[in-house]
């Protein structure tokens, strides 16, 4: 009975591994287009690519940040990742409300816009593309 077990959470420790690898390998890949549009988006000159870049590239990036950081707090907790496309969309709008509504009552510098909103549940949508269907882990 016993080597059944150790066997159960030898395979449960290395499939939460493996989604923790695919949680970090996402967040690493959105945090570089992040850090490359900081560095670019001034000098990005088609207009509608550069309002995109300069205004909602990097709120789309942290909708998918966002659910990846979540899935590993929630992996290192002993609980199942969040992975449905209707749970990561109210996530991120729940998010995008807090984020666009709420916040800039209480800084002086945050301003609302919808389209952030829009920007995040887009990238909380694609983050659940890239987990089911790059690599299969779950």
């Known amino acids: 009975m016993d080597n059944c077990r150790r066997c159960t959470d030898s395979s449960d420790s290395f ?10 390998r996402i967040i690493a ?11 670019c988006k001034g000098y990005i000159n088609i207009p509608l690519i ?18 990846a950081y979540v ?3 929630l992996i290192q907790t002993n609980r199942k990742p969040v992975k449905s496309y209707s749970a990561i969309g109210t996530m991120m709008l729940c998010c ?27 990238g909380g949508i694609t983050y659940c593309f890239l987990i089911r269907n790059y690599g299969k882990t779950y």
């Open 15 to 24: 499939f939460r591994y493996r989604i923790m690898k695919k949680e970090i």
């Open 29 to 39: 890949v959105a945090f570089a287009i992040y850090i490359f549009n900081r560095l």
């Open 50 to 67: 550069g309002y995109l870049c300069k205004c909602h590239l990097n709120d789309y990036i942290g909708g998918i940040i966002f659910p």
């Open 71 to 73: 899935n590993i707090l």
């Open 96 to 122: 995008g409300i807090v984020w666009e509504y709420i916040f800039p009552y209480l800084f002086a510098y945050s301003t609302s816009d919808i389209l952030d909103v829009v920007s995040y549940i887009l």
